[in-house]
């Protein structure tokens, strides 16, 4: 692992040559293209990789994460009123802290199971899906609540993974009909369409943001500016380093932060259009691994990295 920069504050505003990026606070996901071009690229990435077996597995889950939108009515479009009540308190106005699934995140998990049920998997897996689709309503709300605290027990990973995949949906779908210029900064590390943290941060080649850091959200995949060479989680532009593995391609580094001693993964997609804050993420676990030998913690969240 190699140490390629330190801090020195950019604010990233500068892409191209000769282009000035005046990049948009915040980025609302397309839930039906995310989930397909995730599992496209899982696959992709999976060919000779040591982690093989899981990537396919993850790309199974992200398939029937498309699919399932199929056959889901339409998400509720966020209350006017309680769009201003947020941005008046500094607040996500989709609340995961109070989240009671309705309707249609119940239908999202059903038919989830029900397409994933199709899907080559451990038996571990199939056990846990088999323990999800018999699972009456009061338990299923308890692994959603664990799942959007924080909280999954360790020896219950697997039916929390494919619980967090029916939110991944739900909440993708719920942020996608909020206006972007409607959200706004509410704190360090925290999605300011759904208060979840991050699962990593890109650099963006989209026209107009080039060379812009957007972090991404681990729940919803809003995406939201942060400047460079500052820590995504404590706000701190001192004591910053940028590593990656030594003779890697550069495209995924990580940048580790001297104050709160956490680390978040920064993905070069101005380099690479293909790669994804989810899939790349997890194939590049090894980085993670390396890191974590420094005594460093991760500081963003990925539900389907909780086993490593």
Not at 266 to 283: G, N, S
């Amino acid at each position: 692992m190699s140490d390629v920069g330190s801090s020195g504050g950019s604010s990233g505003a500068f892409g191209v040559l000769g282009e000035i990026s005046a990049p948009a606070f915040a980025v609302r996901p397309d839930p039906e293209t995310l989930f397909l071009r995730r599992s496209d690229r899982f696959r992709a990435l999976a060919d000779e990789h040591p982690l093989k077996p899981y990537l396919i597995f993850l790309a199974d889950l992200s398939s029937a994460q498309h699919w399932v939108q199929q056959e889901l009515p339409p998400a509720a479009a966020p209350d006017p009123a309680m769009l201003a009540r947020a941005r008046m308190h500094s607040m996500p106005p989709i609340d995961r802290t109070g989240f009671e699934p309705d309707v249609t995140c119940t239908a999202t998990l059903d038919r989830l199971l029900v397409l994933f049920a199709d899907c080559d998997m451990p038996d571990p897996a199939r056990a846990a899906l088999r323990h999800l689709v018999e699972a009456d309503a009061d338990s299923r709300t308890v692994m959603m609540r664990a799942v959007l605290a924080d909280q999954i027990p360790v020896e219950a990973i697997a039916g929390h993974v494919l619980v967090a995949a029916a939110l991944q949906v739900d909440f993708a779908r719920r942020a996608a009909l909020i206006d972007p210029a409607a959200l706004h900064p509410i704190g360090d590390g925290v999605c300011p369409a759904c208060g979840s943290r991050p699962g990593v941060s890109l650099i963006t080649g989209r026209q107009g943001a080039h060379g812009t850091r957007y972090c991404v959200c681990s729940l919803c995949s809003t995406q939201w500016h942060h400047v460079r060479i500052k820590c995504v989680m404590c706000g701190s532009t001192k004591g910053i380093s940028l590593q990656e593995i030594e003779g890697g391609p550069g495209t995924v580094k990580v940048e580790t932060c001297a104050e709160c001693r956490r680390y978040v993964k920064i993905l070069h997609q101005h380099k690479d259009p293909a790669l994804d804050p989810v899939a790349d993420d997890v194939a590049s676990l090894g980085l993670d691994l390396l890191v974590r030998e420094t005594g460093l913690a991760r500081g963003s969240t990925d539900p389907f990295m909780l086993g490593y």
